[in-house]
Nanobody, 122 residues
């Protein structure tokens, strides 16, 4: 099986920063796109950012451009989300997602982390 474990969430004041991490473990041959989603109370889950296996950002939501940066360390099967200039509107549960190929001859399957709470409040 494959597990994604997120960390780095918490309570931060407006204008502050947090760095989320998501580490994948288990039977992994390769990981394609990795990404971060978020879900605020009463709202649908929305895509925040994605990054290719080569390390290129292929999506960054307009609401976070200039403030958030996505990166990954393929040697550690880990994706990061650096969040700066946080506002109360960024408050949500943040989920990581990874398109994982467990074996060379099987298709990629999406896996999800359990979510980490980010609260921006004074």
């Amino acid at each position: 099986q494959v597990q994604l474990v997120e960390s780095g969430g918490g309570l931060v004041q407006p204008g502050g920063s947090l760095r989320l991490s998501c580490a994948a473990s288990g039977t992994i041959f390769s990981i394609n796109t990795m990404g971060w989603y978020r879900q605020a109370p009463g709202k649908q889950r929305e895509l925040v950012a994605t990054i290719t296996s080569g390390g290129s950002t292929n999506y960054l939501d307009d609401s976070v451009k200039g403030r958030f940066t996505i990166s990954r360390d393929n040697a550690k099967n880990t994706v990061y989300l650096q969040m700066n200039s946080l506002t109360p509107e960024d408050t949500a549960v943040y989920y990581c997602n990874a398109e994982v190929k467990r074996l060379p001859w099987v298709s990629t399957i999406p896996y999800w982390g359990q979510g980490t709470q980010v609260t921006v409040s004074s």
